[in-house]
């Protein structure tokens, strides 16, 4: 599992993470495809029907990115020592400061502003127009301290997602992702080095299966620019790599997302197991409480404010029966890193 089906929005974090509580779903077992170097097999189920093969074809003809140079066949033939392995990475998580998140709101003649800590802005701009099917003109992107990014904070679909509940409910709408929807996409490596002596490689052979889950969005981009990077820092004089890009279905983690429109209150998120709590202060309006089960929370010091814009949004893969969920409205806290305000001179229009 992994895929989002339903969103809540509501005006404050307890009220968006009460409603999730509530949601269920029916699934039904369709066929599928778990691992990533069966996908592109014969008579395997499609995951994807844009790509019918899970692969994706690179320059019209390859199902894997190539690059080769010198004598790779030769090279192992003179070898002292021939060492290979294979490597299995798990869905991993770049760990910045903070989340991807992003503020959406309308602005006038049907515009809307998005502030979102991404580390490619424009990157993150192509994304929202494409998954919306919107003219970019529509949309003012804001950068601002990125609170670190490492590669993780390029491909994310909070930026869409923001600016689609800003469209529903014509209000700021505030995203983010918790630390395990973080988690990017696994890989598995088969690497083989001829190796002399006098410790001088002399060349490398690796094929990699990149798990895509069930959508690429930039993956092959990544997989492009990553495949130039494997000889390592070495000058390796015969290289033959190929990797190929693959769908299957995603993988299982923390089976929930969120959206919030903000109220105008503070909100303190506090980790407490895989879902985590959240305490909340401040104001926030509901109009129809009685629908969302309450839970206790606890209030911070007295006088202590204080703004996490890394637990924001939420929502449930899973069921789909829910009660009315209101949509608030309120000022717009820039998600920058947590509770600082981006300075406006770094603004990118």
Same mark, same amino acid.
């Given at each position: ?31 599928? $495809? ?37 004598? $790779? ?51 993150? !701009?192509?994304?929202?127009?494409? !998954? !919306? ?19 993780? #904070? $390029? ?18 709408? #505030? ?16 690497? #083989? ?36 990077? !494997? ?7 015969? $290289? ?78 899973? #069921? ?30």
């Amino acid at each position: 599992m992994g895929e989002t089906v339903a969103w809540v929005i509501a005006d404050t974090e307890r009220q968006a993470r009460d409603a999730v509580a509530l949601v269920r779903v029916d699934y039904a077992v369709l066929p599928h $495809v778990l691992d990533v170097e069966k996908a592109p097999a014969p008579n395997t189920p499609v995951v994807n029907e844009i790509y019918p093969n899970n692969s994706f074809d690179y320059h019209g003809k390859y199902d894997h990115q190539k690059l080769r140079f010198g004598d $790779v066949n030769a090279a192992f033939a003179q070898a002292d020592h021939v060492v290979e392995a294979e490597y299995h990475m798990s869905p991993i998580e770049q760990a910045p400061i903070e989340t991807c998140g992003t503020i959406s709101a309308p602005e006038t003649n049907d515009h809307f502003a998005c502030h979102t800590n991404t580390q490619a802005l424009f990157f993150s !701009l192509g994304n929202t127009v494409k !998954l !919306l099917n919107i003219a970019s003109s529509r949309l003012h992107f804001i950068g601002g301290t990125a609170g670190g990014g490492f590669g993780g #904070k $390029v491909d994310s679909i909070v930026e869409p997602t923001a600016v689609l509940g800003a469209m529903l409910t014509g209000r700021p709408v #505030k995203f983010a992702w918790d630390w395990y929807e973080e988690m990017q996409g696994g890989e598995r490596w088969r690497l #083989k080095d001829s190796v002399m002596n006098d410790g001088h490689i002399v060349a490398r052979e690796f094929t990699g299966f990149f798990d895509s889950g069930a959508y690429m969005r930039l993956s092959p981009y990544a997989i492009i620019k990553g495949t130039g990077h !494997l000889p390592g820092p070495y000058s390796i004089p015969n $290289v033959g790599i190929q990797r190929l890009l693959l769908h299957h279905q995603p993988h299982a983690r923390d089976g929930h997302a969120r959206l919030w429109d903000h109220g105008g209150g503070f909100h303190h998120g506090m980790p407490d197991g895989p879902r985590g709590r959240s305490r909340q202060h401040g104001s926030g309006r509901a109009t129809d409480p009685q629908r969302l089960s309450r839970r206790r929370y606890e209030s911070p010091p007295e006088g202590r404010q204080e703004h996490r814009p890394d637990r924001m949004l939420s929502g449930r893969r899973g #069921k789909g029966r829910l009660g009315d969920i209101a949509t608030g409205g309120g000022a717009i806290f820039p998600c920058a890193s947590a509770g600082a305000t981006p300075d406006p001179r770094n603004r990118h229009r």
